[in-house]
């Protein structure tokens, strides 16, 4: 028995299968700097994947966003403050979930679900 809702791991399954170019590229750059930095390496690949989690996970939250900051021009830290929040918490449920997907279904979990 999962820890998410079935239909999340349905969309992470496709989002898995759709994305896993973007998240090897990832992956790859991570591993290959491994004692660098978190905050300063791999910003490209970072930023591809999220967006691919956004698009596919928060896409209203995304958008609203998105149609926010450009309507605000140089205020949009306080304008769209709410908007951005609402993404971030959408954005850090997804990943959370993500992981626990991730856990469940690893080839070297004897638990496996996959």
Known sequence: MSYNAE???KRARQ???EQSQTRSELEKCLESRQND???FICQKERAAYLLAI???FCKAEYDIGVRCQ???GTDW???CFQENVRFGQCADQTLRR???YNLEN???NPDNLG
């Open 70 to 72: 450009r309507e605000a």
């Open 98 to 100: 993500l992981y626990i």
């Open 77 to 79: 830290a306080s304008k």
């Open 15 to 17: 989002f898995l299968s």
């Open 54 to 56: 956004a698009q596919h």
């Open 106 to 108: 690893n080839p070297k």
């Open 37 to 39: 930095d978190i905050n």
């Open 7 to 9: 239909d999340f791991n």
